[in-house]
């Protein structure tokens, strides 16, 4: 695998990362991968494992959060074929697992941060910490909102996540997309890599080629619109930029615009089904 680019952990460590590219995946590997990455989560200023407002990113990540999360449910309730059994993968704080309940979902929650887990449980949502704990159960939908990108062991996760599926059921799959404008345009400063609790940098290719090999096959592919206003706005931060509001919003406006003719979004959202 050769070079793609040179970047490092702009929110926690310093630490510098390169990105290497697989061809035959047509995704971006980060490296080093960290042994041991509860270090790179343990920080208050990692804020999918809090509920922070206190800066007016804090709040406007918040603000946006909210209208996704309807967004979010609206989907996977179109996804629906006999019950509604629902596993979310990577819960963070449980706000998605609290909307999913208030629609009758029978849902669970996989959470291996303890602090996202505490935080979750003062809201009564009660997540386990490993997969593994639900070896016997099977779910209607699995959801991964941009976790795919955080899990070790990638082929493993996707066999296990096939395993927990009902054969008529759907996996919903939300990650950054490296071939966006705005990824491009930001470079090695581009928030979504953030390296290294991201492991991998997906392309629409390399999650159809990821998810074929477990005979499973993506069925539809949605935009997340907003998400390249927020990444815009971390990554004129990590450039040191002053105005970086300003700045954020024509760029994620920008990209926004090419990825209607490219399809190309700072973000996608994958609805999967196991193949017939």
Not at 31 to 38: A, M, V
Not at 95 to 116: C, H, R, S, T, Y
Not at 130 to 158: C, F, G
């Amino acid at each position: 695998m050769k070079s793609y680019l040179k970047t490092k952990d702009f929110s926690v460590s310093q630490e510098p990362f390169e990105l290497v590219y697989d061809s035959e995946l047509e995704m971006l590997v980060t490296h080093p991968q960290p042994k041991d990455t509860n270090r790179y989560y343990d920080s208050e200023v990692y804020i999918s494992h809090t509920d922070s407002k206190a800066s007016l990113t804090d709040k406007l990540y918040q603000r946006v959060k909210q209208y996704s999360l309807r967004k979010k449910i609206q989907l996977v309730e179109n996804q629906v074929v006999k019950s509604k059994k629902l596993l979310d993968f990577g819960a963070g704080t449980g706000d998605f697992l609290v909307k999913a309940m208030a629609k009758d979902f029978d849902a669970e929650g996989i959470e291996p941060n303890e602090k996202a887990r505490a935080n979750a449980e003062r809201k009564g949502i009660q997540l386990t910490a490993n997969s593994a704990d639900l070896k016997e159960m099977r779910y209607d939908v699995i959801t991964l909102w941009h976790v795919l990108e955080h899990l070790p062991n990638l082929d493993i996760q996707i066999a296990g996540i096939s395993n927990l599926l009902e054969e008529d059921g759907t996996v919903v799959v939300a990650v950054p997309n490296y071939k966006s404008y705005d990824a491009k345009h930001y470079g090695s400063y581009w928030a979504a890599y953030d390296v290294p609790r991201h492991l991998w940098h997906f392309s629409q290719i390399s999650i159809k080629r990821l998810f074929e090999k477990h005979a499973m096959e993506v069925v539809e592919i949605r935009p997340m619109l907003f998400d390249s206003f927020y990444v815009s706005l971390l990554s004129e931060k990590y450039k040191g930029n002053k105005l970086y509001l300003i700045s954020a919003f024509f760029v994620g406006l920008w990209s926004n615009m090419k990825a209607y003719f490219s399809k190309e979004y700072s973000s996608l959202i994958y609805v999967i089904k196991k193949k017939n």
